[in-house]
């Protein structure tokens, strides 16, 4: 069964810690993306990575760092930094196709205290 | 950089009537234009796309879109709304040939519809 998955789907920290969220893919896209979701703001794009061992920062990258080791695996970790990192956290990923469309994981809701 | 704006915030109509969201963008070149729809509790999900040819384009589950390039629009609509269409649209444009950004895409800030019985 092909898809996106990120875990854990509710996560909760104390403030000043840093945490990570999984996304794992196993539809050999190449490139994949981590957007962060807030009501009334649409989806703002946090990282994204064409291709194993390199990535970019999107908009919002401020206080928050990405890894690329392998093709199926783009961790996103939310460091204490980041200065409101309550959200919904998105992972995408898009093929190797001139399509451009993207897919997406369930999400992940990160809730800080 | 690209913008996209989706104007209607939360859209409350009655089943059986119809739908147009709006969504315009603000980049001049080439664009791929997407919609997206986020119904309660599931993954964000492709309801239909738009790269060339025919500006009026067919999605899943009844939804259309048409492509106007000189209003930089690409608005969504449904003769006949169900409850079942209870849910979060997201437009979203890619502008595969600006600098920095082939294969990204930038969304709109989505609206909420809400299918009233």
């Known amino acids: 069964d092909g898809g996106i998955t990120q875990s854990p789907k509710y996560l909760f920290r104390k403030e000043g810690q840093n945490v990570t969220l999984s996304c794992e893919q196993n539809?050999?896209?190449?490139?994949m993306y981590w957007y962060r979701q807030d009501p009334g703001q649409g989806l703002r794009l946090i990282y994204y990575?064409?291709?194993?061992?390199?990535?970019q920062k999107g908009d919002i990258a401020e206080g928050y760092s990405v890894s690329r080791e392998k093709k199926e695996s783009f961790p996103l970790t939310v460091t204490s930094a980041q200065k409101n990192p309550t959200a919904f956290y998105l992972c995408?990923?898009?093929?190797?196709?001139?399509?451009?469309?993207?897919?997406f994981g369930p999400g992940t809701r990160l809730t800080v205290t | 950089a690209q913008s996209v704006s989706q104007h209607n915030h939360h859209v409350i109509l009655s089943e059986a009537a119809s739908l147009e969201l709006g969504c315009n963008y603000s980049?001049?070149?080439?664009?791929?234009l997407f919609w997206y729809v986020q119904y309660p509790g599931q993954h964000l999900q492709l309801l239909l796309k738009?790269?060339?040819?025919?500006?009026l384009v067919k999605g899943i589950k009844g939804f259309e879109a048409e492509f106007i390039k000189s209003k930089f629009s690409f608005n969504l609509r449904k003769p006949s709304v169900q409850w079942s269409d209870t849910a979060e649209y997201f437009c979203?444009?890619?502008?595969?040939?600006?600098?920095?950004?082939?294969?990204?895409?930038?969304f709109g800030s989505g609206t909420q519809l809400t299918v009233l019985p």
């Open positions: 980049y001049g070149g080439t664009v791929n």
């Open positions: 990575s064409q291709i194993v061992n390199d990535f």
């Open positions: 738009y790269f060339s040819g025919d500006p």
């Open positions: 979203a444009v890619n502008a595969p040939f600006a600098s920095g950004s082939a294969r990204q895409l930038t």
């Open positions: 539809l050999n896209h190449d490139a």
């Open positions: 995408a990923s898009s093929g190797n196709t001139n399509s451009y469309e993207q897919y």
